[in-house]
């Protein structure tokens, strides 16, 4: 049977094969379970003060710092191509920088400044603004810290982003988006929102939010890590361990009862088994956030020719949505959307 002679004669006798599916472009396409469309795509943007020109963030290559003059105008082309929503991260100057971060409830900083010129270039945009202190703290960390400087308070800090939430909804968040991994802080905020008179604003809690390496690049964007002198700033004693998918799926569905509006998974390539568990754990949508790092591998191994730089791309986030994620914040999505326009 295994003679190379008899080759032609050789006839499984088979009632599937699987293949009649695979053999041209029109089968494939009928086949196809799961596309990447610009409904599904949330671009994260960087705002900086000033008027300068628009600053390369080094490990990102085509992530740029915008002041706000070219923040509304990159917001109004996405919005012409069809992305829905942007997620804003103010880079403040490091002189604004202080240990429990006070300009963050500055109610004419940089971040709420820039949801407001967002609003007023595309307002059908849907705005998500960060909740967490790291853009304002010398130390980096989503926090305030104890006296010792070792450890971030819960309550303490909670108090704080529960303030932020309503500066950034009275100046025209859509979204919140709480990325700090505190205790009760969903619940909490959504409470404030309320009393505050936003109902209507929106929560996405950064749910699954795993102390990852794949935040670097980030981190240099935003300026968190230089104060910390380091890229590798240990989260770890608020965002989730790696190692761990139970207490993932617990701590987005507490999200989920506190009153979260979207639940998301982060970083996404490497959480692909925590996405579709969590898209089976709960009803509510749940997005997916390819971070820094994520973008910067693909870059840098296509840069060495290592990697398709477009097919590696696409595949990631085909890879996200077929995992079961419902939208995908990514620094390709400009790109992306470009493409699918055609
Ligand atoms: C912090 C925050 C981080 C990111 C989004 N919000 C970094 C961190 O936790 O230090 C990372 C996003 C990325 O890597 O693209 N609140």
């Known amino acids: 049977m295994n003679d190379s002679d008899n080759q032609e004669d050789f006839k499984l006798d088979l009632a599937r094969r699987p293949r009649r599916l695979r053999r041209t472009a029109a089968v494939r396409s009928l086949v196809e379970e ?41 917001c109004r082309e996405l919005w012409d191509l069809g992305v829905k929503a ?39 945009l849907l705005v998500m603004a960060d909740v967490a202190l790291d853009p304002y703290t010398t130390h980096g960390h989503d926090g305030v810290l104890n006296e010792a400087g070792d450890y971030v308070l819960n309550d303490e800090t909670v108090e704080r ?12 968040a ?30 996405m809690a950064y749910s699954a939010k795993f102390a990852s390496a794949y935040y670097g690049p980030f981190r240099e964007a935003v300026g968190s890590a230089s104060a910390a002198g380091t890229s590798l700033l240990d989260k770890k004693t608020y965002q989730l361990n790696p190692a761990n998918r139970r207490e993932a799926i617990a701590d987005a569905l507490l999200d989920e009862e506190e ?66 994620a419902d939208m995908i914040l990514s620094y390709f999505s400009r790109e992306v959307a470009e493409g699918l326009r055609g």
């Open 34 to 74: 799961t596309r990447l469309t610009v409904d599904d795509l949330i671009a994260p943007l960087f705002a900086i003060d000033g008027d300068g020109e628009k600053e390369a963030v080094g490990s990102m290559p085509g992530v740029f710092r915008r002041n706000l003059k070219d923040l509304a105008l990159e």
């Open 86 to 124: 942007v997620a804003l991260f103010p880079s403040i100057d490091p002189s604004l920088k202080d240990a429990v971060g006070n300009e963050a409830n500055n109610p004419d900083n940089l971040g709420l400044r820039a949801i407001k010129a967002i609003k007023d270039a595309a307002p059908g």
């Open 161 to 172: 982003l529960c303030a932020m939430s309503v500066l950034q909804a009275e100046a025209g």
């Open 174 to 203: 859509d979204i919140v988006a709480p990325s700090d991994m505190m205790d009760g802080r969903i619940g909490a905020i959504r409470e404030f929102l309320d009393d505050a008179g936003f109902d209507d604003t929106a929560i």
């Open 259 to 324: 009153g979260a509006d979207f639940v998301m998974v982060k970083p996404a390539g490497p959480y692909l088994d925590i996405v579709r568990e969590l898209r089976n754990a709960t009803s509510l949508p749940v997005a997916a956030y390819q971070v820094s790092g994520e973008y910067a591998q693909i870059h840098a191994a296509s840069q060495l020719g290592w990697l398709d730089y477009e097919k590696s791309r696409d595949e990631s986030l085909l890879a996200i949505k077929r995992a079961g």
